[in-house]
């Protein structure tokens, strides 16, 4: 087993960012043993620190973007690669922006960053979660698989529309295929795109300078390509990136079709997932209480407990055992987050759904309404952290500064984000929104009152 890894020294590097357009200075600096990667936004009073972790992920739209409280860090994912393209465990990215730089759009500067600044071995042994089953998800237009492996094997397929430039490459990761293979690799866009961007407030920063712009069946860039599939291996670079926010490095082969962002974190998250169910079989199969010490209630309100808590991810069988809503009005798939006071969750919206049937006949659309019912399940989810809560049922009340922005339809993946503003008694408030592709299409102040289960 090999040791983990830091950095032997600090560098630094000064640019703008791609999506804000901010000038920005980076600095790597070194970090102890078990670390991990984490940005630090030295422009801010107290110099907040922000986990690389999928945990901390809260958009996923043409970018990773990291949040912690009102702590923001966008477009992560080219650092992030950099670190895991070379073995670092355990750094520090100081920013004294919202964004690292751009630099040439790919991830070679970061990478020189760190062979100015060096690796050093540490004592701690790194751990390598190996894959123990399959994985399979699909997000839109993207599908992956991971399969067990025992490295990082990256397989993966890029299109554009109407299959323009379709590229097939495949790589198993280490150093030399890192730096050689990937790590030059530019961003890229398609050119009908450009204005669409610009408008929803992204690409401030982009230029010839630091992206590839496909027009048709050119390619617009201020130097030839540097790969003749320059774009799939774009894409991988972007997935293992995205792969480094489960903290740990992992061994599988990941296949990818199309991927965006948002698969690349929700396959870290089933990652991850996976990586925790021996803890959680463990605990569910743990040893019985002393005959006649707890009621069949007692029991299933400490696994309740047990269940809600910082830090945890739910799939939908551990939500079934928290809320009592089942098909076809249960609005939440996943829990991705709970941290105090602020929960995010996940529902994919299938054409499956029965209230497409009749809204609307071929017009599909998720009804507004659902949306402020899965806002009041997931409050209702983060109400349970509390002891006293264990057991009760949440009942959606009111809703107040609702607003709808855009119609969710099949094929999304509504991200549920919902802050607890108030919990006094049998009564809790909290502001929520609904987010596709980190686009908010709906939002609302929601008020629900706690009951219990046997009422």
């Not at 309740?304 to 551990?318: K, P």
């Not at 996943?334 to 105090?340: D, L, M, N, Q, S």
């Amino acid at each position: 087993m090999l040791n983990q890894q830091t950095l032997a020294g600090q560098a630094s590097f000064s640019g703008i960012g791609l999506h804000s357009g901010n000038k920005v200075k980076m600095t790597f600096l070194p970090a102890p043993p078990s670390h991990g990667i984490r940005f630090r936004r030295v422009d801010l009073d107290g110099q907040p620190e922000v986990d690389a972790s999928v945990e901390n992920v809260s958009e996923t739209n043409r970018s990773t973007t990291l949040s912690k409280g009102s702590v923001k860090l966008h477009t992560v994912e080219h650092v992030l690669a950099a670190f895991s393209g070379f073995g670092i465990d355990n750094a520090v990215v100081e920013l004294d922006a919202n964004e690292p730089p751009i630099a040439d759009g790919s991830s070679d500067q970061f990478c020189q960053m760190i062979e100015e600044a060096g690796v050093a071995a540490q004592d701690e042994q790194r751990e390598v979660y190996l894959l123990e089953a399959p994985i399979e998800l699909q997000s839109g237009e993207t599908q992956m698989m991971a399969f067990p492996h025992d490295r990082l094997k990256i397989t993966c397929t890029s299109a554009g529309e109407n299959g323009r430039f379709t590229q097939l490459f495949s790589v198993e990761l280490n150093p030399d295929t890192w730096r050689e293979d990937i790590s030059k690799a530019r961003t890229f866009c398609y050119y009908e795109e450009i204005e669409h961007l610009y408008k929803n407030g992204m690409i401030k920063g982009g230029s010839l300078e630091n992206a590839v712009v496909i027009r048709d069946d050119a390619v617009l860039t201020n130097e030839p390509l540097r790969y003749t599939n320059e774009f799939v291996r774009h894409k991988i670079l972007d997935i293992i990136g995205d792969l480094a926010l489960m903290g740990r490095p992992v061994g599988a082969h990941i296949v990818a079709v199309r991927p965006s962002h948002t698969a690349n974190c929700e396959m870290s998250r089933r990652i991850l997932s996976q990586m925790r169910k021996p803890k959680e079989a463990a605990e569910t199969f743990a040893p019985p209480p002393e005959k006649g010490r707890f009621t069949k209630v007692a029991v299933e309100e400490k696994a309740r407990e047990s269940i809600v808590q910082d830090g945890a991810i739910l799939d939908v069988n551990q939500i079934m055992k928290v809320l009592p809503h089942r098909f076809p009005f249960l609005m939440v798939d996943r829990v991705t987050t709970i941290e105090g006071s602020h929960i995010v969750a996940q529902k994919n919206i299938s054409i499956n759904e029965p209230y497409f049937e009749g809204h609307f006949p071929n017009h599909p659309i998720m009804p507004g309404v659902l949306q402020l019912e899965a806002i009041a399940q997931v409050a209702g989810i983060l109400m349970l952290k509390k002891a006293e809560n264990i057991g009760k049922l949440a009942y959606f009340m009111a809703a107040e500064n609702v607003k709808w922005r855009k119609p969710v339809i099949p094929g999304d993946v509504l991200t549920i984000d919902v802050e607890l503003t108030k919990s006094r008694g049998k009564i809790g408030k909290a502001i929520g929104k609904c987010l596709v592709d980190g686009e908010e299409v709906s939002e609302a102040l929601v008020t629900f009152m706690l009951i219990d289960a046997e009422d």
